[in-house]
């Protein structure tokens, strides 16, 4: 305080000082002989001067008061205190089309379906979209696949997105440079043939909605693997005119069987359909399977055990709503041919050339009108332990 003081009272001096000089340089002038003032100045010219000597006076009387009162510091800080920088208007359209930055939430499901039942009614968009695949992980407990699935998407960031929903927490499981660091989306509890596996798919596909670049959604789980490179698969579904819902009428006990007649008048028999739970359905589709409020209720309340839902509530609702968009399929290969509830499981002796070929080329299929041998791009179930034969006959028979 008292060097601000100091140097006040230097400053004031300073204006004094100069102030006195002019003043004495004016009497000078007014001083000088008439007959030289009036050679060198009018006499207008003169009462001129005179005015902006005595306003120049009184405006250092004013400022060495002012710097007397209130100091040097408190002057400056008044004059920069009143600067008000420019904001940048903040991009609202940025918040539409760029996907959410953290998959954690605190939505609740009716929330999130809402929210995720948005679909623009104009075809072209504003702006360069490039059309991205979904991989939706539905998952018991850890990924042990997942450096097979990481070498599929290496070098392919623009086009894929990766979601998790599981019921243990995955986020501690993966490094940072992992394409399933942080993926894992708010997750419950979903058991087997009840509805809440179809709620927890619902929860995967809206999550995925979220980011208006996901074009296509593919439903795997902790036991399958893809079987051919990120491109082969990428051209596969993006110029596919159908998505790969299995639907078929089933006139056994295991299909028609399980119909419950108080579906009716939503659901008929006739239209009653089984199909596998893993699929890959189009944007327009996903958007259906989220915002229907009209089957729901019906296959929650009559499709129990032992009709299981996770195999009828999607193929049937689709059928009814969008029989023209399905292919009637799965892309996901499985083996029926042991028996029982669950298709076979296949470990690290079942590894080898044989295996894949005929995999890959066992059966023909219907693609966009034509007759095809590539049918499945992605196989299941598959235990731990062939992860290890799996990298290393990848390069070879998976090509990549």
Known sequence: MFRSFNRSRVIALIIQTSSAKMLSKAVQLLTCGRTGLNKAFPIKLLLLLVFFLAFLVAFVIVTVSTIKYYGINSVVTSVTSSFVPCQEKPNVFD???????????????????????????????PFNRVPKIAFMFLTLGPLPFAPLWERLLMGHE??????????VSSSAEFPASSVFYRRQIPSQVAEWGRMSICDAERRLLANALLDISNEWFVLLSESCIPLYNFTTIYGYISKSKHSFMGSFDDPSPYGRGRYNGNMSPEVSIEQWRKGSQWFEVNRELAVSIVKDTLYYPKFKEFCTPACYVDEHYFPTMLTIEKPAALANRSLTWVDW????????????????????????????CTYNGESISMCSLFARKFSPSALEPLIQIAPKILSF
């Open 95 to 125: 918040k539409w089309i760029k996907p959410p930055l953290a998959l954690m939430h605190n939505m609740s499901d009716e929330e999130l379906l809402w929210l995720a039942s948005f679909m623009p009614q104009r075809k072209d968009y």
């Open 158 to 167: 623009k086009h894929y997105s990766v979601y998790i929903h599981s019921q």
């Open 337 to 364: 041919s042991r028996g029982g509830a669950h298709p076979a499981t296949f470990g690290e002796p079942d590894i080898n050339e044989d295996f894949f070929a005929r995999i890959m080329k066992g059966d023909n």
